[in-house]
């Protein structure tokens, strides 16, 4: 036994020393937990069908227990904090603060802020979104999805420009400054007039051109039940038919068949008719063109009317006197001037070569020039989609037939 103690003696006296130490060292540098989280949820809180193994456990599996324990993180939010994210307005008006704004107002400020992107007249630039056009698109391979052609309700416009826009500076217009962008954007689809001003009261009288194209969705009534029964595997139909083909990409499937490939053919083929009919039948009479417009008779009201319209042009051209070239040339004498003349203007290459040909604005190349620009003048720098309505177009002319050069 005393050869033991030898031994192992000094080697049981170091670790009592040791472990002596450790914890007098534990007890000084061991940093008091906070009064808050020393706190815990007494276990006879837990429920009792709740198995209790000890304190941690216990509190997990109290789901109704009441926190006791502070989390240590965070606060309530404070009523403006909650406010702040409180925007959505709702197509009854709910949620809509007082305020008003005008076409004239939102068109200066959707030249500043949006028509960068969506272009100055809303109708898009590059592959930004178009906000304006597409009227009777909606049934169309590709149609155009505006606010005028698609959007039910005026009170996504105004939620979206409040919530979102600018780009890259979301939430910097007041409310004041969104309702007169909204009325631009509803100017630029021709729903409301140019002296038109959108507020809080008038906001549910304006009914978007597709409010009745939405339906409610009932595939949760109608359809759901279909997919919650045991699904069908052997002899569901009688026979599967084709009958339709895709229409965009050649993915319907042809089984050896080539009935539905020569369906298209059929109807593609010219009918022959024979020598005799064709012989019995008198020539068709020669129909006469179309004839082209006239330019307006100098009627007061409708230059009045022209006037009205030539706002949609006043940001880039200008008329009158002193009138000079500002995105766009100055139109004094335009009807019946030559194409691409103005001095000091740079003109893209399509009315160069016009100039070059000697050609004029008559009102028959102003009326379809009008009416779809990029068509008439393939290439032109224009970014105005043009004017739909052809008495839009007549009352222009006759405008801006008064300013001579």
Not at 77 to 88: N, S, T
Request: aromatic letters at 8%.
């Amino acid at each position: 036994m005393s050869k033991f103690l030898k031994l192992y003696g000094g080697v049981f006296g170091g670790i009592a020393v040791t472990l002596t130490f450790a914890v007098n060292m534990a007890d000084r540098f061991v940093a008091e937990a906070p009064e808050g989280l020393r706190r815990t949820t007494p276990l006879a809180a837990a429920p009792e069908a709740a198995p209790i193994t000890g304190g941690l456990i216990a509190a997990a599996n109290a789901d109704e227990a009441p926190r006791e324990m502070p989390l240590g993180i965070g606060r309530e939010a404070l009523p403006e904090e909650i406010a702040a994210w409180d925007l959505d307005v709702s197509p009854d008006g709910t949620g809509l603060p007082v305020g008003s704004g005008s076409v004239e107002d939102g068109e200066m400020l959707f030249s500043e802020n949006c028509a960068v992107c969506h272009g100055e007249f809303a109708e898009g630039s590059g592959n930004w979104p178009k906000l304006a056009g597409g009227d009777g698109t909606l049934a169309n391979k590709d149609p155009v999805k505006t606010v005028g052609s698609y959007w039910p309700h005026l009170s996504t416009t105004w939620d979206y420009v409040h919530r979102s826009m600018p780009f890259g500076n979301a939430q910097s217009l007041d409310t004041d400054e969104v309702y007169a962008i909204v009325a631009y954007i509803l100017y630029s689809n021709d729903i409301v007039d140019e002296d038109f001003v959108l507020s809080n009261e008038n906001f549910t009288e304006v009914i978007l051109p597709n409010a009745g194209g939405f339906i409610v969705d009932d595939r949760p009534r109608t359809e759901y039940p279909q997919w919650t029964g045991e699904p069908c595997m052997t002899g569901c139909k009688p026979s599967v038919e084709i009958t339709m083909r895709a229409t965009v990409l050649d993915v319907t499937p042809d089984h050896g068949s080539d009935e539905a490939a020569a369906e298209p053919a059929a109807a593609e083929a010219p009918v022959e008719v024979a020598a005799a009919d064709t012989a019995a039948e008198p020539a068709p009479e020669a129909v006469p063109a179309a004839e082209a417009p006239q330019v307006a008779a100098a009627d007061p009201a409708l230059i009045a009317e022209g006037e009205k319209v030539f706002k949609k042009c006043q940001s880039c051209h200008a008329v009158g006197e002193g009138a000079r070239n500002k995105t766009g040339p100055e139109l004094n004498g335009i009807v019946g001037r030559g194409i691409g003349s103005v001095p000091g203007f740079g003109y893209s290459k399509t009315f160069e070569v016009a100039h070059g040909a000697g050609e004029t604005w008559t009102a028959e190349r102003l009326h379809a020039f009008l009416e779809k620009p990029k068509d008439a003048m393939k290439g032109t720098k224009m970014s105005f989609p043009g004017l739909r309505k052809p008495e839009d177009i007549d009352a222009v002319i006759a405008y801006l037939s008064g300013f001579a050069e």
